[in-house]
């Protein structure tokens, strides 16, 4: 998962938390409620006038019945699919948030892997670097110490000729 799906998805679920949002959804809550309660006025505003129409009793009791089961009928619907709208939308945010935090763990794997990876080549890289400067410090030594030796031999046949010459003069 690249960077930007990531940073996608951050956007999808901030705006998913948006308080604004989240206002503006209860918002419509409100507006089908009072679209309910208006529905609900008007079925016993309807009831009302069935009740004091003139009409024998058994008749109006009828109607009467008739329209609290229309009623019941169109409350329960409404409560139905209100309850499927928010499971379903319950269900979608578990989803989002899972595949979030599945990518999310993966992208922060990868990059972990990747700065894992650097450091390893980086420390492969230092470790060269230290032999080669190791074997350049050993290849001087060496160099100092053979010419520290052609010197004391050099100094030892001075040495010599000297004393030699030295008894000579004598």
Avoid: H, W
Avoid at 29 to 34: D, W
Avoid at 120 to 139: I, Y
């Amino acid at each position: 998962m690249s960077l930007r799906s990531l940073s996608d998805r951050v956007r999808e679920l901030t705006a998913a938390l948006d308080s604004n949002r989240i206002q503006q959804e209860k918002k419509a809550e409100q507006r089908k409620g009072i679209a309910l309660g208006l529905t609900t006025g008007a079925i016993l505003g309807g009831l009302a006038g069935i009740f004091f129409a003139p009409d024998k009793g058994e008749n109006t009791r009828q109607k009467t019945r008739e329209e609290l089961l229309k009623a019941k009928e169109k409350v329960e619907e409404e409560l139905r699919e209100t309850k499927i709208r928010l499971e379903e939308s319950l269900e979608q945010g578990k989803d989002k948030a899972a595949a979030f935090y599945a990518e999310t763990k993966e992208v922060l794997e990868d990059k972990a892997q990747d700065i894992k990876d650097r450091l390893q080549k980086e420390k492969e890289e230092v470790v060269e670097q230290a032999e080669k400067k190791a074997d350049e410090v050993s290849s001087r030594v060496d160099e100092a110490a053979e010419k520290a030796k052609e010197t004391k031999e050099k100094v030892g046949k001075a040495a010599s000729a000297a004393k030699d010459e030295f008894k000579d003069n004598q």
